[in-house]
């Protein structure tokens, strides 16, 4: 079993929509928790970085986690074509080593 | 230039020869990742630093060999390359705990 799982998609939303994205994970020990945006043959940008359960949010972005369910989510607000990319959730026990999902490719149709 | 980058862009090799990948930080970040990116598979951790002459392994270590003599610089070697280890490798960087990762923009390894 993987240490965390994440839909590959493709998920394809008409412009102004509201993206949700998850993972949900096995470790309870998990504590750190960071979502990435990579756009095709680049490195991966960090969106958001959360420490613990709760809401975190950042412009049209919001992090969500909910440790009891082992179960992260991350929102797009008004979705933009600029926001087709893969998303990636990564999460650790502590900052040294990330287990990343393998990604949700988004298509934010015009 | 600011910033993390990886050399090569593009490599090429055979199968059985050793290969090195560079990375290179300007911010004096303590901890540097490998990274290798895989269809299916995500990113799997490698290597890492969490400063200089201190590293550790990751999930996936075995052929791979690092070593952090400054603390801007992080290269890995492939010891033998194989087929299997072609993937596209990344570096990372970061300040402490508190703050994520700064990737690099990847070094693409093809092993034929």
């Known amino acids: 079993q993987k240490e965390v799982e994440q839909d590959p998609g493709p998920l394809s939303v008409p412009e102004g929509a509201i993206v949700s994205l998850n993972c949900t994970y096995s470790n309870s020990a998990f504590q750190y928790f960071m979502w990435y945006r990579q756009y095709s043959r680049k490195g991966p940008e960090l969106l958001m970085y959360t420490y613990s359960s709760g809401n975190k949010e950042d412009g049209r972005f919001t992090a969500q986690v909910d440790k009891s369910s082992k179960y992260i989510s991350l929102f797009i607000r008004d979705s933009q074509p600029s926001d087709s990319a893969t998303y990636l959730c990564a999460m650790s026990e502590d900052f040294n080593k990330f287990y990343f999902g393998s990604g949700t490719k988004l298509n934010v149709k015009p | 230039d600011a910033g993390i980058t990886q050399s090569p862009r593009y490599k090429i090799t055979e199968t059985g020869r050793q290969v090195t990948l560079m990375c290179h930080q300007t911010?004096?970040?303590?901890?540097m990742f490998w990274y290798r990116q895989d269809l299916g598979h995500g990113l799997r951790l490698i290597y890492y630093?969490?400063?200089?002459?201190?590293?550790d392994k990751g999930e996936v270590p075995d052929g791979y060999v690092v070593s952090r003599s400054k603390t801007e610089n992080f290269p890995l070697t492939l010891e033998s390359a194989t087929r299997s280890q072609t993937s596209v490798y990344f570096c990372?960087?970061?300040?402490?705990?508190?703050?994520?990762?700064?990737f690099g923009s990847g070094t693409r390894l093809t092993v034929v």
């Open positions: 911010w004096s970040h303590s901890y």
């Open positions: 990372a960087s970061s300040r402490d705990g508190n703050y994520g990762y700064t």
């Open positions: 630093s969490a400063a200089a002459d201190i590293t």
